[in-house]
């Protein structure tokens, strides 16, 4: 009888150890992906709307099938920036007494901050709407400047700055994945509004 009592409680005891097991790898593996032990889900990243413009919102990124890095971005705030200076269209300093121009100018798309050229290509295609706008001029436009100042010609645009995180992650299988590098970068995107200006040394 004492051999039979001593059995079932050796199984009472090797059951209780299992479940024990089982309930602590459980929780680790509950525990995957959480910002805690050093993974952050995707629908943790911030959605800002890319409001006051109307540009396109931070495209959906599929899982890859192989190990190999993949690039997320998404918008923490977006605003309007006026006439913010674009380029000079006369190259060098001069006594003019006025400025004349009619050509066709193009304002790109431009990048802020510490990036790499993968990340720079994720921030393309995920996050921004405009690349290039051209302003054209059906008659020439003349301005007047100061002779007795040196000064050049310049283009200025209105612009959404937009202010961009980004995330290198590393597929761990299934929806989990490791933060390898993250970034923040401001990116400008040219608006329909330019202006031409002289512009004094």
């Known amino acids: 009888m004492k051999k039979i009592i001593t059995f079932i409680l050796a199984l009472c005891m ?3 150890s299992a479940s ?3 309930a602590t790898d459980s929780e680790l593996l509950s525990k995957a992906g959480s910002v805690n032990t050093g993974y952050i889900n995707q629908t943790d990243i911030p959605k800002v709307d890319m409001t006051p413009q109307n540009t396109s919102k ?7 099938n ?4 993949y690039y997320v971005c998404a918008v923490q705030w977006a605003r309007t920036d006026s006439k913010l200076f ?3 269209l ?11 121009w009619s050509q066709a100018v193009a304002t790109a798309w431009s990048l802020g901050g510490s990036t790499t050229i993968d990340v720079t290509n994720a921030i393309k295609a995920q996050v921004v709407a405009t690349l290039t706008r051209t302003t054209t001029y059906t008659v020439a436009i003349t301005l007047p400047a100061d002779a007795t100042r040196l000064s050049k010609l310049g283009f200025f645009s ?3 700055e937009k202010y961009v995180y980004t995330e290198k992650r590393f597929p761990l299988g299934g929806s989990a994945y490791r933060v390898d590098a993250s970034y923040y970068n401001n990116v400008y995107e040219p608006l329909a509004n330019t202006y031409l200006m002289v ?3």
């Open 66 to 69: 192989i190990a190999t890095y």
């Open 20 to 22: 024990l097991a089982f």
């Open 86 to 88: 674009s380029q000079y």
């Open 58 to 64: 931070t495209s959906s990124i599929s899982q890859p």
């Open 14 to 16: 090797v059951a209780s």
């Open 199 to 201: 512009v004094y040394n």
């Open 90 to 100: 006369t190259s060098s300093w001069a006594n003019a007494s006025s400025y004349t």
């Open 158 to 160: 209105d612009f959404t």
